[in-house]
């Protein structure tokens, strides 16, 4: 790859792993939250019991594992740039007795695998942070053998996801923040619709289809909500980090006003929508 993909491969690599341990802590809450797309990736993929299976952007191991509990014959690898995630992903796998899944540090742009390995690739939101989109696919199309099925979901439009526009768009009330470059690595760098769908044909996938997963993330209280922001998304801890004290309190006080708004039943409660897409090799 070419030294400025390089350089962001090697970003995402580190933030990662200064995230691990805020992804470790809130781990049960996140599997909660991003069942509903593992779950239309499973789906979508026909697992079979002696599938071969690699699972890229693992994380801290979903939906591998899951994958891994119906590949009962089979064997699932778990693909993530961050050692510190793949800590955790392992931890997960011993501790439910899952010996059939394999956690190893790789990068998608550059797998290390032979051609025509695995029946089938999950990736559950982690096509909007590769460096390059479009190699990822072509990779990922290399190692599934023919017949082979992929599934992957990506976040929608900011606007269909205020658990996490209703934090960015407070601290755009309160910061000038900078514009990002055009489709460069963040949540929302695939929410168009189309266009991973697009990457995913012009590298040789057929039957390529999309589909909208939404639902509802809830919290007990506004301050609960401001934690896991600050130990789990790493954008909003970045541009935190630049906000004197006076405005971070202001950002904190115009949330919470905002997050009262939200309440349901006693629990604030913020719609999420992501894009799930499949695709066969032919």
Not at 12 to 34: E, I, L, V
Not at 219 to 245: H, R
Not at 247 to 255: D, E
Request: aromatic content about 8%; overall charge negative.
């Amino acid at each position: 790859m070419e030294a400025t993909l390089l350089q962001i491969r090697d970003q995402q690599r580190q933030t990662w792993d200064t995230f691990s341990p805020g992804w470790k802590k809130w781990d049960t809450w996140a599997m909660n939250f991003m069942r509903p797309m593992g779950n239309a990736i499973i789906e979508s993929l026909h697992i079979q019991p002696a599938a071969e299976v690699l699972d890229v952007a693992t994380g801290t191991g979903e939906p591998g594992l899951t994958i891994a509990r119906l590949a009962t014959q089979g064997h699932v690898v778990g693909l993530d740039l961050s050692e510190g995630m793949l800590a955790t992903a392992r931890e997960n796998a011993a501790q439910q007795g899952i010996t059939n899944y394999q956690a190893v540090a790789g990068d998608v742009c550059e797998l290390p695998f032979a051609d025509q390995r695995f029946d089938a690739i999950s990736c559950r939101m982690g096509f909007m942070f590769f460096p390059d989109m479009q190699l990822a696919a072509q990779e990922m199309y290399r190692v599934l053998k023919p017949g082979g099925r992929l599934a992957t979901s990506v976040w929608a439009s900011p606007p269909q996801n205020p658990w996490i526009s209703t934090m960015m768009g407070t601290i755009a009330s309160q910061m000038a923040l900078p514009t990002p470059a055009p489709l460069a690595p963040g949540m929302f760098r695939c929410a168009q619709p189309g266009l991973l769908a697009g990457l995913l044909r012009n590298a040789g996938f057929q039957h390529v289809e999309e589909k909208t997963v939404t639902g509802l993330l809830t919290f007990a209280t506004p301050e609960e909500y401001w934690q896991n922001m600050l130990e789990v998304a790493a954008p909003v801890v970045a541009i935190l980090s630049k906000a004197d004290e006076a405005t971070r309190a202001a950002i904190k006080a115009a949330l919470f006003a905002a997050l009262e708004q939200q309440v349901v039943d006693g629990k604030i409660q913020l719609p999420f929508a992501s894009l799930v897409l499949s695709a066969v090799k032919s």
